[in-house]
């Protein structure tokens, strides 16, 4: 059988470990699935901040639902039990935003630039800088002012 995780289940009341039972784990797990509760086995070389990440949660509301590990000390074969993210959050607890984006912006041309390179640095598609410039192929001249539609 395998061992049960290290932290207590929060909530529970009881410091004993989920699935104490051998043939209760799997149904544990399916409880805990449909609560919309998971849980994460360390590996080596992971830590607590990449682990939230993984998983799109606030470092702070992983460590709360983890009250006795120290993320300092975070030990391979650790389970660790993964909050549900808020609504809509997809990982932006975890990592900050990007300032926002105009919807449109200018890019004077220089030597060296190419459509790829420019489409790059803004994050859009060489086929969004074409549409908008209604360019017919991928060349660019040197000061010629591109228009750059707003990107993700």
Not at 16 to 32: L, M
Not at 34 to 57: I, W
Not at 105 to 121: C, E, M, N, P, S
Request: charged fraction near 20%; hydrophobic fraction near 35%.
């Amino acid at each position: 059988a395998r061992a049960a995780p290290r932290t207590a289940r929060p909530g529970s009341g009881s410091a004993s470990t989920a699935g104490a039972a051998s043939g209760s784990a799997s149904a544990s797990a399916a409880r805990t699935a449909a609560r919309g509760r998971r849980t994460h086995e360390v590996q080596p070389g992971e830590t607590f901040y990449g682990v939230a990440r993984k998983y799109g949660v606030a470092p702070a509301d992983l460590r709360a639902a983890n009250p006795g590990v120290d993320p300092e000390k975070l030990r391979s074969g650790t389970t660790l039990w993964i909050p549900a993210a808020p609504p809509g959050s997809a990982g932006a607890a975890a990592a900050p935003k990007p300032p926002a984006r105009p919807a449109t912006r200018t890019h004077r041309v220089v030597r060296g630039d190419t459509l790829f390179g420019i489409a790059r640095k803004y994050g859009v598609s060489p086929a969004a800088i074409r549409a908008a410039n209604k360019m017919e192929d991928d060349n660019v001249r040197l000061d010629q002012t591109l228009v750059i539609p707003g990107g993700s």
